[in-house]
């Protein structure tokens, strides 16, 4: 079964501090793919990131920036820099294929960044 | 980029009454559509899995009917929460995926219901 681990219920950062979201992971599969998603509070989700089991690389947007780690089942996030407006419930997740496939969540990260 | 319409964003009635929930994709066909749910401050739980043409696949505790998923067409799924009850208040959620396998799936801004 899989399984997605997000083990920070809430995080509090003042404006300017970097912050990691972290998330691990349990999966029999050999392909899969990894996602971060934002929640902000109007409710809707803002796609974010999706990495697939074979690229390890790490990848930089922005201020946004994910390590993945197969060898410790871990797609951490970190913001640099944080802003008032990364305020948000910030979701891990995974599926089995291509990201058609079903999404299963972690339980999500609430960041509140304060001025 | 891909866009999902759900309709609507918000509805409040009564106890006993009947909703439907109409997830649309503008610009894509959707060959598969997700309808997740989403309890205050929780996470989003896949309570069906629709295929245009087909019976929708339900996870396990999902009501197959009570929660009525209806995916008629490449563009529209639609989820009839049939006798709402109080305990049904809660925030849904639709994807979709053109099954390309290459796509992440495309969600809709969701639909908060209030069963009153």
């Known amino acids: 079964a899989q399984k997605v681990t997000q083990a920070q219920t809430e995080i509090s950062v003042v404006e300017k501090e970097d912050v990691t979201l972290d998330c691990v992971y349990e999966?029999?599969?050999?392909?899969?793919?990894l996602f971060w998603y934002k929640q902000p509070p109007s409710g809707e989700l803002v796609f974010l990131i999706r990495?697939?089991?074979?690229?390890?690389q790490n990848e930089i947007s922005g201020r946004y920036s994910w390590n993945f780690q197969k060898s410790t089942s871990s797609f951490n996030f970190t913001i640099t820099a944080s802003q008032v407006v990364d305020s948000a419930v910030y979701f891990c997740?995974?599926?089995?294929?291509?990201?058609?496939?079903?999404?299963?969540f972690g339980k999500g990260t609430k960041l509140t960044v304060n001025p | 980029g891909a866009v999902v319409s759900q309709h609507p964003s918000w509805v409040i009635c009564k106890s006993g009454t009947s909703v439907k929930i109409e997830c649309r994709s503008l610009?894509?066909?959707?060959?598969?559509m997700f309808w997740y749910r989403q309890f205050p401050k929780q996470s989003l739980m896949l309570m069906a899995t629709?295929?245009?043409?087909?019976?929708?696949?339900?996870e396990q505790g999902v009501e197959k009917d009570k929660f009525l998923i209806n995916h008629a067409s490449l563009t529209l799924s639609t989820l009839t929460v049939t006798s709402a009850h109080p305990e049904d208040s809660s925030f849904y959620i639709c994807?979709?995926?053109?099954?390309?396998?290459?796509?992440?799936?495309?969600f809709g801004d969701g639909t908060r219901l209030s069963i009153l």
């Open positions: 994807s979709a995926s053109s099954g390309t396998g290459n796509q992440p799936q495309h």
């Open positions: 999966t029999r599969d050999t392909t899969y793919y």
């Open positions: 990495r697939n089991s074979f690229d390890e």
């Open positions: 997740a995974l599926s089995n294929w291509g990201g058609s496939e079903k999404l299963v």
């Open positions: 610009d894509f066909q959707a060959t598969t």
């Open positions: 629709s295929n245009e043409g087909s019976k929708a696949t339900y």
